[in-house]
């Protein structure tokens, strides 16, 4: 996923950045996998609430 972000927008300028978009991604794509509409997980994770996940839930 972050090759895909790279090439539409360059680069990370730094690798934080990159790191934090890899995190950000992965926590959105399991989020999604369990379920969760991406704008509530956003919501949630600003909120301080993060939903419990099932294990058995990701592929």
Known sequence: ????????????????????YCRISSYLQTMANQGINPLVAIQLA?????????????E
């Open 1 to 20: 996923m972050a090759k895909v972000k790279q090439k539409v927008s360059g680069c990370f300028r730094r690798t934080r950045y990159a790191e934090a």
């Open 46 to 58: 600003l909120a301080g609430k993060i939903p419990e996940v099932d294990p058995d839930g990701c």
